[in-house]
């Protein structure tokens, strides 16, 4: 069979870059984490005649998953709806331990065919688009054993779906702080935990009171002396169990073929309900949630000076406690909650503001990430530097003013992948529509000068708050506007029309 009269179009662009700069693809995906895996599958799926390949920088698939390897590491969103819809999670387990989410992410890989497209120790460093070739060079760096970048090469493609996530794999946050050098004893990052780390016996300081805090104190409290969490402020806790009675029911009774899609929807039902009663009923939600800790706590504990935060409940993100272990460890004496802001470093530990100190051996600095957009790649568009703090987010999938790219982007308010897999979705239809149409770039276009930009993420998070700068924007109607709602971006998304008077094709 001949091929449609405009595959030319693919085709004679496809050989200019090969001729200029050797291999090309119409869809490259950058990062081998769980988007990028979801991406692989809806370009297989939707456009089963593209060349396509997955750079990931790292050895192994996983993205997040590989990254943090700290005692204890694992979701904080249940895993039926952070799961694939097109390979539901295979456990009974509501909450993943970082392991089994890497095993679960490679094993879909597998089964789906795209592992063998995926290319470990690629680290993309520039990205530059071309109109007139109406395609992107992308200049590649391999990485040696030791993770250092040996001599880039270019190669070229299409479309781009840059899978990277917002924050930087190379370090963490870290605060300064006064006499750091005095301190005799071990800081460990949770972002890079040592093999060798040995807690046992030990006195062990976790400062933060985030989603890693609260899962290595408890964890960490098996084998130490003493856990303190050293939190500057508090954060909202919410208990929940790694297993239930309703999901282990629904696995056993529901037919296989429909199981997946009943429970990711029975999940999302009771994350988007949570979310929107603390949204518009903060005072019933703050009550609800301290209850839950005056059931778990022991009988004195002060509530309102560790887990009282002064925001609202979803200004930052809920802190999922599983089977409340954290509470457990405190009812045993192993953990206690210290809540004051750190004056300096001494030789034994940390002295506090009120004068206060705490002894320790080891100092865990579980203080947060830095944010990187597109993996801190450069990004070029006909010569220019795109600034992305600049640019509007198209359905939260696309950026404004740069063509045939997309920016995969999940939810902060639900699970990751159920706003990365609509994205993942809507983009590998573009690139479908593209292909039966003749058209050889897209390009999102923002015609209304009155959509005013605001944050991307809607959070008050620090580690958002410290990267204003280097996020995108979002506008305050659709479809600038980044929902954080499964039910309208499934509308959007999935239902919606690929064309549209936003989206520039040529």
Not at 378 to 389: P, R, T
Request: proline share 5%; net charge neutral.
């Amino acid at each position: 069979m001949s091929a449609p009269a405009h595959h030319s179009v693919r085709t004679a662009a496809s050989e200019s870059a090969v001729a200029h700069h050797g291999e090309h693809l119409d869809v490259l995906i950058i990062g081998a984490g769980v988007s990028g895996i979801d991406a692989a599958h809806h370009v297989r799926t939707a456009c089963p005649w593209a060349r396509f390949a997955v750079l990931e920088g790292r050895e192994r698939i996983g993205g997040t998953w590989d990254l943090f390897r700290y005692p204890g590491v694992r979701s904080d969103s249940d895993m039926f709806t952070y799961s694939f819809p097109w390979y539901p999670w295979p456990s009974s387990r509501t909450i993943g331990q970082g392991e089994q989410i890497r095993a679960y992410i490679e094993d879909a890989a597998r089964r789906d065919g795209t592992f063998d497209n995926i290319r470990f120790g690629h680290r993309v460093v520039r990205t530059a688009w071309d109109s007139d070739d109406a395609c992107w060079t992308v200049t590649v760096a391999k990485l040696d054993a030791d993770g250092q970048p040996g001599e880039p090469f270019e190669i070229t493609a299409n479309f781009i779906i840059s899978c990277t996530g917002y924050y930087r794999y190379e370090q963490g946050y870290l605060p300064k702080w006064d006499g750091v050098e005095d301190f005799e004893g071990q800081m460990i990052h949770p972002q890079h935990w040592p093999k060798d780390a040995d807690v046992t016996g030990k006195r062990v300081v976790v400062i933060g009171s985030g989603a890693t805090a609260v899962t290595l104190v408890p964890e960490l409290a098996r084998t130490a002396e003493k856990v303190t969490m050293l939190q500057r402020s508090p954060s909202y806790m919410l208990s929940s169990p790694t297993v239930n009675l309703p999901t282990k029911l629904g696995i056993r009774l529901l037919p296989k073929k429909v199981r997946g899609d009943v429970l990711r929807l029975a999940y999302v039902g009771v994350t988007l309900g949570t979310y929107q009663i603390s949204r518009n009923l903060p005072g019933f939600m703050k009550r609800a949630l301290r209850t839950q800790l005056a059931w778990q706590l022991p009988r004195g504990f002060e509530i309102d000076r560790h887990f009282k935060p002064d925001y609202e409940p979803w200004d930052q993100r809920l802190c999922v406690v599983a089977d409340g272990d954290l509470f457990g460890a405190i009812r045993r004496g192993r953990a206690e909650v210290v809540t004051e802001h750190i004056d300096r470093f001494i030789p034994s530990g940390i002295q506090l503001r009120s004068g206060e100190t705490i002894d320790a051996d080891i100092v865990v600095t579980a203080t947060g990430l830095e944010i990187q957009v597109g993996g801190g790649n450069e990004m070029i568009v006909d010569g220019d530097k795109v600034d992305v703090s600049q640019r509007l987010t198209y359905k939260g999938s696309m950026l404004q003013g740069v063509p045939n790219m997309a920016m995969i982007i999940g939810y902060t308010n639900a699970s990751w992948t159920l706003k990365a897999d609509l994205s993942c979705g809507f983009v590998a239809r573009v690139i479908a529509h593209m292909e039966r149409s003749g058209l050889r770039s897209v390009t999102p276009v923002d015609d209304d000068a009155e959509v005013a930009a605001e944050n991307l993420l809607g959070l008050k998070s620090g580690y958002i708050a410290r990267a204003d700068d280097r996020l995108p924007r979002q506008g305050v109607r659709h479809p600038w506007r980044n929902e954080q709602s499964y039910f309208k971006d499934h509308r959007a998304l999935k239902r919606g029309s690929v064309t549209d008077r936003h989206l520039l094709y040529t």
